[in-house]
């Protein structure tokens, strides 16, 4: 069932995933060659207590931690740890969520860590660039397909591969509501998009080939080939003017 959510509740999300925002911000801002990914648990620990919020992820179906921290060939779920530390060249991604006045936010980032390869700066600019590209279909009568052929029509342009395994999903005072929301598939006529819908858009785009698995750890998903991937994530509302990024830091 889609739950479409009010002005009052839309703004309420805009605030927690205001939060979110400025904490992917402050991670980005420290993250240094030499940092455990730990230490970035840490401060995400400290901000959402600054907020008097709830850590999202926290608890989820077990996880352990307050933030994803995904490396290289990891496209998402990679867990923190005193030994993994940051190098020049990586390529890092930030997933995290917070809880707050009973709604959800949810937002993620890629970004280098120092000089890295030109393909690995391409791949960052393609998948942000799909991101938005998806975020100008959420339009009132647009269909979840157009989100779907917005992301991997960009990608695939590119000589990149889209992930199938994770998609978006709707999201408000549960962490995943319908729909989910696929960022690959041809279009066809599924349910039009409504004044009210929020949803999480999140293309994972790979270098190489779309295939992934889990590790042992029964968490951080990777290429199966090694490769580079990249992942980036809004929370958006439909509205009647058009897309509304609530996950757009104002600062």
Known sequence: ???????TEIEKMRRVNQM??????????????GMTTMELEERARELTA?????????GYRGYPYYLC??????????????RRELKEGDIVSLDFGLIYDGFFGDSAISFGMGRISDEADRLLRVT?????????KMQVDNRLSDIAQ???SHAEANNF??????????????????PQVPNFGTPHPNFRLREGMVLALEPMINIGTWEVRVLEDGWTAVT??????????HTVAVRATGPDVLSRWVH
């Open 1 to 7: 069932m889609i739950i479409l959510k009010s002005e």
């Open 20 to 33: 979110v925002a400025e904490t992917l911000h402050e991670l980005k801002k420290m993250a240094a060659p």
């Open 50 to 58: 600054s907020f008097h919020a709830r850590a999202a992820f926290f």
């Open 69 to 82: 921290v995904s490396i290289n060939e990891e496209l998402v779920h990679g867990m923190p740890s005193p």
């Open 128 to 136: 942000e660039d799909a991101l938005e590209s998806a975020i100008q």
């Open 150 to 152: 917005a992301i991997q």
């Open 161 to 178: 591969s889209v992930v199938r395994q994770f998609v978006g999903h709707g999201i408000g005072r549960s962490l995943h509501e319908d």
């Open 224 to 233: 199966v080939d090694g490769k580079l991937s990249a992942h980036f994530e």
